[in-house]
């Protein structure tokens, strides 16, 4: 019976594949360095915008984040109205909350200046300004039917590589769930990956969210879309991640590392926007729904719990990635080098302060959280090995018990 259910779970990866294929796919033009964020607001005020709605959070608001941009918009006569209600994992209100300012101001353009849960509500704040479809009707593959009004990013976290894909993330306060939409018409216009703007990041979060680009490309690499393309772009960004989350998390204001870190994000974004993600996603964002867990912490916590159970028939997979980040391999067979890896992995937790359980999971959601988990990641995720529920229920109790 599972191995039939695999096969169709394949069978439904393959035609997603082949669908995704026929859709265009565009990739947003990418400032990066020292002051890039300015770059792209000449961009903004060269495409004769004439109200930009900028969507960001209070905290970075009342910081001054984006005083800078606002600023040269005035200098050039372009409006601006400041939309910072946004919260970690967005639901509908704050998106349809945002949409309705937006509509009462009538602007033009949105700029996403923030970490993901900003970048993603602006995202679906754009792609519904003028359309009639509602968060629900969205949600899921392809299915936004017009296209929304033109968005630029401007991340301060390096992680969740939202600047760059097709993919936003909306909380279902209603069934505890989180919704995915996923279309090609939420890819940004243009994004700037400014260190400038992430060196007051606190440690914490430049961990957590380092985490979050981290499991991106992993879960790339190991997904069965993984190609040529993408394998660069992972393992370009794990090397990347080994070699500078440590720096940014202990001396935060080093803007070469920050600039590095972002990038890595960005590829990690690249990367997983072809392939998707796996299991270890689809586990955080139950938890994440259930007890409010942030995202990239959950996925850190989760994810060498996920590659354990990988590892036997992805070891070839892990190898590559165990000679990315500099393991010596060449007496190593494939099982010994992919063992490394994870080894690494927890090395890196421990570095930068991510904790080996989730305390929050409660025994009696375990079951949910599996089932949940597992309709998530087996119509939407090409994973490399398939869990059965029992399976991931255990993997759930680890999580709670290691
Ligand atoms: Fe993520």
Known sequence: MFHLKVFFYKLIMQVLKLAGKLVPQSQPFIFTGKDSSLALTKLIIDQDTQHVFIVTDAVLNKLGIAKSVCNLLAEHQVKVTIYDQVTP???????????????????????????????????????????R?????????????????????????SGTGSEVTMAAVITDTENQSKSLVISPKMIAMATALDP??????????????????????????????ANEETDQFSLTAIKLIFKQLPTCYHHGGDLAARQALA?????????????????????????????????????????????????????????????????????????????????????????????????????KD?????????????????????????????????????
């Open 196 to 225: 400038t703007l992430m060196k007051g990041m606190p440690p914490k979060i430049t961990a957590d969210t380092g985490f979050d680009a981290l499991t991106h490309a992993i879960e790339a690499y190991l997904s069965r879309y």
């Open 263 to 363: 990038i890595a994000s960005c590829y990690a974004g690249l990367a997983f926007n072809k392939t998707n993600v796996g299991y270890v996603h689809a586990i955080a964002h139950q938890i994440g729904a259930k007890y409010h867990s942030p995202h990239g912490f959950t996925n850190a916590v989760v994810l060498p719990v996920v590659l354990d159970f990988y590892l036997n028939g992805s070891e070839e997979r892990l190898a590559d990635m165990a000679k990315a980040i500099g393991i010596n391999t060449n007496k190593l067979t494939n099982m010994q080098a992919a063992e490394q890896f994870i080894l690494a992995i927890k090395k890196l937790q421990v570095e930068v302060g991510i904790p080996k359980t989730l305390c929050c999971i409660e025994e």
């Open 133 to 157: 479809q509602t968060i629900k009707s969205v949600a899921g593959l392809l299915k936004i039917k017009k296209q929304g009004l033109p968005l630029c990013v401007i991340p301060t976290t």
């Open 89 to 131: 994992d967005p639901n509908e209100s704050v998106v349809n909350n945002g949409i309705a300012l937006l509509r009462k101001q009538q602007c033009d353009l949105v700029l996403a200046i923030g970490g993901g849960s900003s970048i993603d509500a602006a995202k679906m704040i754009a792609v519904l300004a003028n359309s």
């Open 366 to 402: 375990i079951k949910t959280l599996a089932k949940s988990a597992l309709k998530e990641a087996h119509y939407f995720y090409p994973v490399p090995k398939y869990l059965r529920v029992s399976q991931c229920e255990q993997l759930i109790t680890q999580l709670c018990t290691t």
